[in-house]
């Protein structure tokens, strides 16, 4: 190949940037040169475990220099891998080892394997579900789509381009040698663009390029692009699925008055990477089209049959046809076992499956699909893979692309509910790369078909749409319908109101805000009311996507209609501050009268409860105990929820350390107070001291250890993850963090060190470890990471609490129920009762230690009762001043 073969002549000029150094084009191609001499003369099949990083790249380049064909797949699916080493048994596999050092497995000295002297390169075209079937690219394919890209992008040696994607993803593998064959510098980065080490290294390397798909937008919408400071950067390009019109007017008009251009573009891996692009200066005014062919290439519109099966096209069918390519990018053909690679070119056009038409003035649109497959965050998916996954798990489906959404519609076995539909959302996510909001899930007792006895897929669309409801019968978008301004209003107001911000939009959400568990309780109810049921993932989502499933309804009381117009004139803009009332929401009100079934997460339902067994066990009105120790794990997992976001380096400490604020200030004035009215404290204790101190062995002195705990935990893990390699590390591997942090708690939790207080229980290094544990259980994706996880606690709590097995027991039922099982069945009157003890939950620890004792003898129910009021008339009060300090 062409580009692979002259590195050299680019001499001294930079490569590639990587955190550790630069590597000049000189270097590269001496390395390059080195591992084709190690790869052999004789032409073998080289599976490559593609990632970011330089020996990956030089091993892909040193293969297609040397004429071997690669088979690229991704570098973290060992699924993948297998699957594909088994189908294709390629002759080298080079990939990470265990360790982290890169490998090159040479399987045998020559081939098992007749390759065609035109074949280069072999992708997959279906995500990460590890199908067999592949596409084969030529060297001329590759050399020419880099060439016709570097040509309309403009690129020049000058340019420096970030490694934002995959490389097994083709998109991403054409800005790699799309720009290596111009001799431009690669910042070789497998940092995510939500990291805020990501864009010190684009900064410092002087970036001047950054590619993304849809998803990478909604990222960077997240962590403030738009306001970011990048003085060499030139284009941004954009592929790997449709970004809705009106976000490619905004950035196109965003980049003007930055002073850089975007680019949308338009491909399939069968095309190598690019078909099409929509020149910078037509984006703001034809946001939808996906623009013209790209050099060298051209486009035709193949008849369709509007009745023929599977063909999906807009209502407005006219001039619309299957679009259809040629060029010398398009593919030699399919590749579905080792026998295919002896195969030469058997397709001559590319018909796209997609339906398209040309606009008067050129530039074609895409207005539907033909086929099955659907592309989704940038991955092409196949459904029918995903069936075949599913069935492996012993789960029946039916699955079908809609739009930028899988729908999968799969058979209850029974259980119903909605934890069995997260089950499903989750294993289709992680098993096609895709993240959970992509997937929609619907049980169904049959799954539906046609006359024939074929799945009927447009059916399967339609269940697992936003459900239809007696105000809307027809099941219509409630973001387009004529109540989905109100209900978006409505939900704004609600979030300035709770989190007591001023820059609510229909892109905000929960999480990104900074909401935490403080207000999380209230604000989960609160939606409840307003939308039904919520998704597991609402703190993550916008305001946007939760406004389409709210029940709407045709009527809009002047109350509402007040609420709805009030929010500053416009749809977007954030509601006014002043004279704030608590919105109403009409639909709910009709659910509620009727007594209809809600959810509760398990995470407030604990909080709900430990805090009433806490209180009554402290009394005694009745004895179990163990509910503070099921809290500090409750405490982990939200710290995971809440405060390790996908959110800048910089607002993630500025979140977290907000958060300590909010718990140690209404407890260290509260103790302070019962120090100074009580005498049974010291200012150790005021200070939240006295279990680093170790004073004492009166009960009284140990009140408030779990404050000081909890206290202690955050303050050391805000001070680790300041440090930007802690920080990345904790975003790279989610679980594994967590999981080792429980590992080195155990230390602590069986005093290896000797360093455990005299109660031995309530000390922070030895109660560490649940803390740690609640963290993983909200990291843990799969059913083996749950596992593990209840095999660690059910090992490890024994002993904890001498000669108590009760107590034992009730902290193994707590954190396995957090583990497994993320919502319980409820009621609307139970929600309430319980989102104001969760919510309140901390205070009334605090408050109930000298509130008790006036009434526990006589009256101990009472006592109760009391404890728990004040506690949470607290919290409104500490509440209020602390949000406002």
Excluded at 123 to 128: M, P, Y
Excluded at 397 to 409: E, F, I, M, N, Q
Excluded at 847 to 856: D, E, I, K
């Amino acid at each position: 190949m062409t580009f692979a073969r002259q590195l050299a002549a680019h001499g001294d000029r930079v490569a590639l940037i990587t955190p550790s150094g630069e590597l000049s084009y000189r270097e590269l191609a001496q390395r390059v040169t080195a591992t084709a001499k190690r790869l052999g003369p004789v032409r073998r099949l080289v599976l490559l475990a593609g990632a970011n990083r330089v020996d990956a790249l030089v091993v892909h380049l040193a293969a297609l220099s040397a004429g071997h064909p690669v088979l690229l797949v991704p570098g973290d699916g060992d699924g993948t891998i297998g699957a594909l080493t088994e189908a294709y048994d390629p002759d080298v596999v080079a990939r990470q080892d265990e360790r982290g050092h890169w490998s090159l497995d040479e399987r045998r000295h020559g081939t098992a394997h007749t390759l065609h002297p035109d074949l280069a390169l072999l992708l997959s075209t279906s995500g990460s579900t590890g199908s067999p079937k592949l596409v084969r690219l030529s060297h001329d394919n590759v050399q020419s789509n880099a060439s016709s890209i570097a040509v309309y992008l403009g690129i020049t040696d000058t340019d420096r381009a970030a490694t934002t994607l995959p490389p097994h993803y083709c998109y991403g593998l054409s800005v790699i040698h799309s720009h290596l064959l111009r001799g431009a510098g690669l910042i070789l980065t497998d940092r995510s663009v939500a990291d805020a080490g990501f864009w010190e290294e684009f900064r410092a390397a002087r970036g001047t390029s950054l590619a993304g798909v849809p998803y990478t937008f909604d990222l960077l919408d997240r962590v403030g692009f738009t306001d970011m400071e990048l003085p060499h950067l030139r284009r941004v390009t954009q592929a790997g699925g449709r970004l809705a019109p009106e976000r490619v007017a905004r950035y196109a008009e965003q980049g003007r008055r930055a002073g850089w251009e975007l680019f949308v573009m338009y491909g399939q891996t069968e095309a190598t990477a690019r078909m099409a692009y929509l020149p910078p200066h037509l984006a703001a005014a034809r946001p939808e089209a996906v623009g013209v062919a790209i050099p060298g290439g051209s486009f035709r519109l193949a008849p369709v049959d509007p009745a023929e099966p599977g063909t999906d096209p807009s209502p407005d069918a006219a001039g619309v046809g299957e679009l259809v390519y040629s060029g010398p990018n398009v593919m030699l053909g399919y590749a579905q076992s080792p026998a295919d690679l002896a195969l030469g070119r058997t397709v001559q056009e590319l018909y796209t499956g997609d339906l398209a038409r040309r606009a008067p003035d050129g530039l074609y649109e895409i207005v539907g699909r033909r086929s099955r497959f659907a592309k989704i965050c940038g991955l092409r998916i196949d459904p029918q893979r995903v069936e075949a996954l599913l069935e492996r798990h012993g789960i029946t489906a039916s699955c079908a692309g809609d739009g930028d959404a899988l729908a999968v519609a799969a058979l209850t076995d029974g259980a119903g509910g909605r934890s069995d539909e997260t089950h499903v959302r989750r294993l289709v996510a992680h098993e096609c790369g895709i993240p959970p909001r992509a997937v929609r899930v619907r049980l169904v007792a049959e799954l539906p078909r046609l006359a024939s006895g074929k799945s009927d897929y447009e059916a399967v669309r339609r269940l697992t749409r936003p459900r239809p409801t007696a105000a809307d019968p027809a099941g219509a978008d409630p973001a387009a319908a004529p109540g989905g301004a109100e209900t978006g209003a409505l939900l704004r107001s609600l979030y300035a109101e709770i989190l007591d911000r001023d820059d609510v939009t229909d892109d905000s959400s929960f999480v990104g805000l900074g909401g935490d568990s403080l207000c999380y309780v209230e604000m989960s109810l609160r939606l409840e009311e307003a939308l039904g049921t919520l998704p597991t993932d609402w703190p993550a989502r916008p305001i946007r996507e939760l406004t389409s499933l709210a029940p709407q309804s045709r009527e809009r009381p002047k109350e509402t209609q007040a609420r709805a117009d009030g929010a500053e004139g416009t749809p977007t803009g954030p509601p006014p501050r002043a004279g704030r009332t608590r919105p109403t929401y009409p639909a709910a009100r009709e659910t509620r009268s009727r007594g209809a079934r809600r959810s509760l997460e398990t995470g407030i339902a604990l909080r709900a409860v430990g805090i009433v067994l806490v209180v009554g066990s402290h009394i005694p009105v009745f004895t179990l105990q163990g509910s503070a120790h099921i809290l500090i794990g409750v405490a982990g997992y939200n710290f995971a929820r809440f405060h390790l976001t996908a959110a800048a380096h910089r607002d993630r400490l500025r979140h977290l350390w907000r958060g300590v604020a909010r718990i140690a200030l209404p407890s260290i004035v509260w103790i302070s107070c019962a120090v100074l009215l009580t005498g049974l404290y010291d200012p150790a204790n005021a200070l939240l001291l006295n279990s680093l101190l170790d004073q004492g062995t009166e009960r009284h002195e140990w009140h408030y250890w779990f404050v000081e705990a909890l206290v202690y935990f955050l303050v050391v893990l805000g001070t680790l993850l300041a440090v930007p390699l802690l920080d990345r590390l904790e975003r790279r591997h989610p679980f594994g963090v967590p999981l080792t942090l429980v590992a080195i708690g155990l230390v602590g939790r069986y005093d290896l060190l000797g360093v455990a207080p005299a109660r031995f229980h309530l000390g922070p290094a030895v109660v560490f470890w649940l803390f740690a544990l609640g963290w993983a259980a909200a990291r843990a994706t799969s059913a083996r990471q749950r596992l593990l996880l209840t095999a660690v606690l059910l090992l490890t709590t024994p002993g904890l609490f001498e000669d108590q097995p009760q107590r034992t027991l009730l902290v193994v039922a707590g954190l396995t129920l957090l583990i497994w099982v993320p919502t319980l069945p409820s009621l609307g009157p139970l929600n309430r009762a319980a989102g104001v003890l969760a919510s309140s939950s901390l205070y009334i620890y605090l408050t109930h230690f000298q509130v008790y004792p006036f009434l526990r003898d006589d009256l101990p129910v009472l006592a109760l009762l009391a404890s728990l009021a004040i506690g949470i008339g607290y919290a409104r009060v500490a509440t209020r001043v602390v949000r406002r300090l």
